[in-house]
């Protein structure tokens, strides 16, 4: 019952900056983890970052120094700070939530539809 929305993502020079946002909406829910995955065409989705509720961060070994994830608990956003920009970060940029509903502990997973980032040389 979770929705994510994505925005930011268009046509960039290669070392040039993108930053992405994601909104989560719905109602009686609590979210542990937000992440940012991409796809390139004909590739598998990879993890690009992860941010917890408490702040801590990890990065894909490929983005690290370029790259910075936040979140805002009170507004329910996560944001991708992109810079340093290679043709090799093309692809779609999905956002992820891991959440509870409220009254129970299960985790439930949340995706967005996606935006796309696209790197010229």
């Known amino acids: 019952q979770v929705r994510l929305v994505e925005s930011g993502g268009g046509l960039v020079q290669a070392g040039g900056s993108l930053r992405l946002s994601c909104a989560a909406s719905?109602?009686?829910?609590?979210?542990?983890?937000m992440g940012w995955y991409r796809q390139a065409p004909g590739n598998e989705r990879e993890l690009v970052a992860v941010i917890t509720s408490r702040g801590s961060t990890n990065y894909a070994d490929s983005v690290k120094g370029r790259f910075t994830v936040s979140r805002d608990n009170a507004k329910k956003m996560v944001y991708l700070q992109m810079n340093s920009l290679k043709p090799e970060d093309t692809g779609v940029y999905y956002c992820?939530?891991?959440?509870?509903?409220?009254?129970?502990?299960?985790?439930?997973?949340?995706w967005g539809q996606g935006t796309l980032v696209t790197v010229s040389s």
């Open positions: 719905g109602i009686a829910f609590s979210i542990d983890s």
């Open positions: 992820n939530a891991d959440y509870r509903p409220i009254g129970g502990p299960t985790l439930a997973l949340a």
